[in-house]
């Protein structure tokens, strides 16, 4: 009964809200009127995967093990194509991707392409996300080059409002995230910045509804995007095999 | 890295905005302040299984062969043990475990432990699913052996109510789906039912937060609860094997 080859695979639990929410924006950005006009979707939320930041910065456990043994679950569940709801795992997506034929959707191309549709092309934007995403420079080295200018949050604003905004949504307090993180975004958008990245799959879950100043780009509906973009073009992409 | 025999399996996509909302209840439903305190899952969103109420009362396609397809498919993951967040599936319970060695969590048995926590340990109480459920009697069945005594919607409700309803869930749109489906509750809370059971995993999706007479027994939570119970004896009970 499966569609050979279209299942989207998805890699989560990375956290596992955000692995769950990235399958019902997924539903939510497919109009249908039943089940079986959504694609099939296999996710392993994984979250025994070792922090990121943490090996990115700190040299705690290396998550790039883990990773892999679960993108070899969704490519031996038939996955044709594998999203990471997780900003900061793209910091491995060469080694992913090396690793797997499948193609692995980069949350950064799912940001940019949110980013024109919210009519910013290029200039100064706004990116928030882990301490170990913006220390490597995950945002810039992809958008850079696509003519945009990354503003991050100080540091000061990384350890009062985005570090324990993050910290509460994995603790399933969204309630409690919500203000520290609209006030970070407020921040960027005085210093100038056009449009703000949620450039970390728990940051979206609280902002959902709040108002800000200036577009907010919800990585986890991106790259929810990107995979139902990947899932409608797949038939032509199978059939050119 | 992953815990072997300890990842729950979900056979969703039944459907795929139930199965999602599946995942976020079991989080949701775990004290844990990072990733890894919580279990691991692999969900796979079989929309392709076709129509249940169909299948159970039309002549329509048998789901079961790409419902045991799924179970395979979870098998194969890792999966320790099945949940199935579609009440209707529960149907063709005893022929999918009979193809298993796996548990497969009964919905039913969850909405059981749910009305007991309720507070509802007997009596009358109102039960709201598909026709396919409600037609081939699936909470009666498990539920009057133990004191209750279930009410269902009657055939105009159903028609005017609880089918598009449903319906509008199933085509996203929820705004549309929460009035018809809370006045079905409210029209068995006053025929008497102490508590009225969500039982389609689609209903409780426009009605949570929403207020009623009567406590309203969400399947995808009680099922999700169900599940994490599972997965915090399952050390003791795989040490037992």
């Given at each position: 009964m499966s569609e050979a080859g279209r299942i989207i695979g998805v890699l989560g639990g990375m956290g596992p809200l955000a692995g769950a929410d990235f399958v019902a924006r997924l539903t939510l950005a497919h109009d249908g009127t039943q089940d079986q006009d959504h694609p099939e979707v296999v996710l392993?939320?994984?979250?025994?995967?070792?922090?990121r930041t943490k090996a990115a910065?700190?040299?705690?456990?290396?998550p790039l093990p883990a990773m892999l043994a679960g993108i070899r679950l969704l490519e031996q569940a038939g996955a044709g194509c594998i999203a990471i709801p997780c900003n900061t795992a793209h910091l491995w997506y060469d080694a992913m991707q090396a690793a797997t034929r499948l193609p692995i959707l980069h949350i950064v191309n799912a940001a940019a392409a949110a980013l024109r549709a919210a009519g910013?092309?290029?200039?100064t934007i706004g990116v928030m996300g882990t301490p170990g995403t913006l220390a490597l420079r995950l945002y810039e080295q992809r958008l850079e080059p696509l003519g945009y200018r990354c503003l991050t949050p100080s540091e000061a604003e990384m350890a009062e409002l985005v570090i324990p905004g993050i910290a509460a949504v994995k603790a399933n307090a969204l309630d409690r995230a919500r203000a520290p993180l609209l006030k970070a975004v407020e921040s960027l958008a005085a210093r100038g910045a056009r449009a703000v990245v949620l450039g970390c799959t728990e940051i979206p879950l609280p902002l959902r509804g709040a108002g800000a100043s200036v577009p907010m780009i919800d990585t986890i509906d991106a790259q929810a995007r990107a995979a139902l973009q990947w899932w409608l073009e797949a038939p032509a992409l199978l059939a050119a095999q």
């Open positions: 392993f939320s994984a979250t025994q995967v070792p922090n910065l700190e040299g705690g456990a290396d910013v092309a290029g200039g």
